[in-house]
């Protein structure tokens, strides 16, 4: 007897767009995967590809047997994914969903009745393959640790003396509460049992902009508060006081300025100086350094200008400078006063000319506004200001962040930049070298070179040291030694005897990949503190590679493999390479704070590759790769170096969809024992809430690890507050464990370092910015706000 045909449902459009669904993604898997193959990456990708077009095949034939093949082939990549990165949600996501998903696309009534009647049993193993890729999906993030490692056991060792001089008496009276810079406050009341019942008690609104201004500015600035006055800056250098216990506004002063050219203002805080006995006009006085180049005195009780400062209450700081487009250098850091010397650097442009603003640091009478004296780092035994009708030397390394001092030894504490250009360091001279990428410290009254100590040998990577530096006791086998901690953009942390500059701690010159760009000399090896934890993070693989999908992941695979990495300080080149930390650091100007009483230190930290590439300077010009005063360059992406052979692209390793390419976590939260030099905790920070494809927010509260910029405190009440991450949240973190005590979402990114005081009427404060930043892709705001216990 004859076999009859199956029986076929009526025609469906269903069949017919899965059969494309299923031959595009199979391309789209296979084109690019046989190139991955042919870089030396996984083979994965072109077998599932050929293995989905044959099952595209069987489906346009209607035979079920196209429908086993694609959960034969998601069941090998649950396989194949936990195989490579195991149990980890984020890391299975792009490899398993997207195929999942198509799974269960299989399994729709349209798509199931254009199918051969391939018995009942085939049916319903059709599902198995879809559910255990999710599940395994699901599993990841329901188990996925949010602390990396574990609170230890024990808790924290009994609480050592502290200077009460240097931290006040419920005051926050420098931008790291004492001139040692270590964010902590012995300030008690706000504590890890009662944390969770903060509540906001007031709301400062400091203003968007200007008239006159291009853009928003950001606020990266802590707040001070002295005698009773809380005291703010925003971006564009206006200054404010208001009251601590409500909020309001009690003097503002305006500066009269040009903003044209001020493309990226920045005000990270205020110096507060009690002048002599004797001074009369602004016995308490604020100095700030303005985005227009000046160094103004206000009188701190009226916001008043110090008339016998400077020229009627400035000091101009273009003086010696040499002519420059505007906006190219201007302070964004506030003076660090020691010994009645006002110290001051500022920013420089990054990438454009070897012709760029100096570097030059200078100290200024506190009272007078007399230059003392000026350290250029070009001709660093010549204290004094050039000669009438002369410069200070242009494009030497400068400092653009905070500084630190110490008083009693009279020395402050700089965190050198490198030279112009980031990328390349050709062009440098010996000297200038010499102090790339290194804590200077200075001689308060005379400027005068006390020791140096270099991070980063010719530094090409970018890796300004941002962080101020942090001074505190530190115990070693010969007792306790005044240390300075200086952390890295590299992702190291080094402590040195800040009276001799020498390592506390072991640190090793270790070899590294060298340049092979014509007309560079990289140096060969780079100091590593070995002594300390680092926060560098394990090199990457192709299996780090990450994406929304498994197109994207595949992209970013090959994108790995045609570019140059070999881990930590790879050189750029003419072509792709990989840079690990990438430019949000390891640790940037957030720095770490110290527990002073516990001895425990506390770093916010990031792991994220940036993507870069050297270009030739005939493909820089054909790019219109120009300085950024030059108006061809308006639009060009990039960093022109002009003066060298080269122009650079570089920036975040990102997908098309604009995710990084590097899978989760990025940041981190750290608390380190300075006595044991070993991790108590290490956690996860940050949530995926404000993250997502084309800078679109998923609102999803997954534990991320988000990039983070800004800083945290620590205080006797054993809380860490911190808000500098992505997803816009300010938290309060128990400093024995790590474990979130409380959070609140800002009305803007909160990129700033927090602060606390008393207040009059008996209650701790805790203090945020809440500025936005348009590239960590948050709201911006202009929202100083305040928390107390309820």
Request: hydrophobic share 40%; charged share 15%; proline share 9%.
């Amino acid at each position: 007897m004859r076999n009859e045909p199956p029986s076929l449902s009526p025609p469906s459009r269903a069949p017919y767009l899965t059969v494309v669904l299923l031959a595009v993604t199979g391309l789209a898997l296979a084109l690019p995967g046989a190139y991955l193959t042919t870089l030396g990456g996984s083979p994965y990708y072109v077998l599932a590809g050929l293995a989905v077009l044959v099952s595209a095949y069987l489906i346009a034939r209607r035979r079920f047997a196209g429908v086993l093949l694609y959960d034969a082939v998601l069941l090998v990549s649950v396989i194949w994914s936990l195989a490579e990165v195991g149990l980890d949600g984020w890391a299975l996501m792009p490899r398993l969903v997207f195929l999942a998903v198509g799974g269960l696309w299989l399994l729709l009534p349209p798509v199931r009745r254009s199918l051969s009647r391939d018995g009942g049993v085939a049916r319903h193993i059709g599902w198995a393959a879809p559910m255990t890729a999710l599940a395994v999906v699901v599993l990841g993030f329901v188990t996925m640790p949010v602390a990396i490692i574990p609170a230890s056991h024990g808790s924290l060792s009994a609480p050592s003396p502290v200077d009460a001089a240097l931290v006040g008496h419920g005051d926050w009276s420098h931008f790291g509460n004492s001139e040692h810079g270590t964010r902590y406050s012995p300030l008690r009341q706000i504590n890890a049992d009662n944390a969770q019942t903060l509540e906001q008690a007031w709301t400062y609104h400091s203003g968007m902009k200007p008239d006159g201004a291009s853009q928003p500015g950001g606020l990266e600035v802590t707040p001070l508060m002295v005698d009773g006055t809380v005291y703010g800056c925003t971006a564009y250098s206006s200054v404010f006081a208001l009251d601590p216990i409500t909020g309001k506004q009690l003097w503002r002063h305006d500066p009269k300025m040009d903003y044209a050219g001020i493309t990226h203002p920045v005000c990270r805080g205020l110096a507060f100086y009690r002048a002599p006995q004797g001074v009369t006009e602004c016995p308490t006085r604020l100095l700030l350094g303005t985005v227009d180049n000046h160094l103004i005195a206000l009188d701190a009780k009226t916001g008043a200008v110090c008339r016998s400062f400077g020229e009627n209450g400035q000091v101009n700081l273009l003086d010696r400078m040499g002519k420059f487009p505007i906006g190219w250098s201007y302070p964004t850091s506030p003076p660090t006063i020691v010994n009645g010397t006002a110290v001051i650097g500022a920013f420089v442009i990054d990438g454009q000319s070897t012709d760029v603003p100096p570097g030059v640091i200078r100290g200024y009478d506190a009272v007078t506004g007399k230059l003392k004296w000026a350290f250029d780092p070009a001709r660093p035994n010549d204290h004094a200001a050039p000669a009438p009708g002369k410069n200070y030397t242009p494009s030497t390394p400068n400092s653009w962040t905070l500084f630190s001092a110490d008083d009693k030894l009279g020395l402050v504490y700089v965190p050198m930049g490198n030279g112009s250009p980031d990328y390349f360091g050709g062009n440098r001279t010996p000297t200038t070298d010499h102090f790339s990428t290194s804590v200077v410290a200075l001689d308060s009254q005379t400027g005068a070179v006390r020791w140096t100590f270099q991070a980063v040998h010719h530094d090409l990577w970018d890796y300004d040291l941002a962080a101020q530096p942090v001074l505190t006791n530190f115990p070693t086998a010969q007792g306790t030694v005044p240390a300075l901690i200086q952390a890295t953009k590299s992702g190291q942390v080094f402590v040195l005897d800040r009276r001799t500059g020498k390592p506390l701690t072991k640190v090793e010159e270790r070899p590294v990949p060298v340049s092979d760009l014509p007309g560079e000399r990289s140096s060969p090896t780079q100091p590593f503190s070995v002594g300390m934890p680092d926060f560098v993070g394990p090199n990457l693989t192709e299996a780090d590679m990450w994406g929304l999908t498994p197109f994207d992941q595949e992209y970013c695979r090959i994108k790995f493999r045609q570019a140059r990495y070999d881990g930590p300080f790879t050189p750029m080149r003419i072509g792709p390479s990989i840079r690990t930390p990438g430019e949000l650091g390891g640790i940037d100007w957030g720095s770490v704070s110290v527990d002073e009483g516990h001895g425990v230190m506390i770093v916010n930290s990031n792991r994220m590759a940036d993507y870069d590439e050297m270009i030739t300077r005939a493909e820089a010009n054909r790019e219109h790769l120009v300085p950024k005063a030059d108006p061809r360059g308006e639009n060009a992406p990039g960093a022109a170096q002009a003066g060298t052979p080269y122009g650079v692209h570089w920036g975040a390793f990102l997908t098309g969809l604009g995710v990084p390419c590097q899978r989760p976590p990025y940041g981190f939260l750290t608390a380190v024992d300075l006595k044991s030099r070993k991790i108590l905790w290490q956690r996860t920070i940050g949530n995926a809430a404000n993250s997502g494809p084309f800078g679109m927010a998923t609102h999803l509260p997954l534990p991320l690890g988000a990039p983070n910029i800004g800083g945290s405190i620590v205080t006797a009440g054993g809380v860490i507050f911190m808000a500098a991450t992505q997803d816009q949240y300010f938290r309060a973190i128990d400093e024995r464990t790590g474990k979130v005590l409380w959070a609140t979402r800002l009305p803007a990114g909160g990129y700033a370092t927090p602060m606390t005081y008393m207040g009059r009427d008996g209650h701790q404060y805790v203090v945020i910015a809440a500025g936005g930043n348009s590239s960590m892709q948050t709201a911006l705001g202009d929202v100083f706000t305040a928390f107390r216990l309820k």
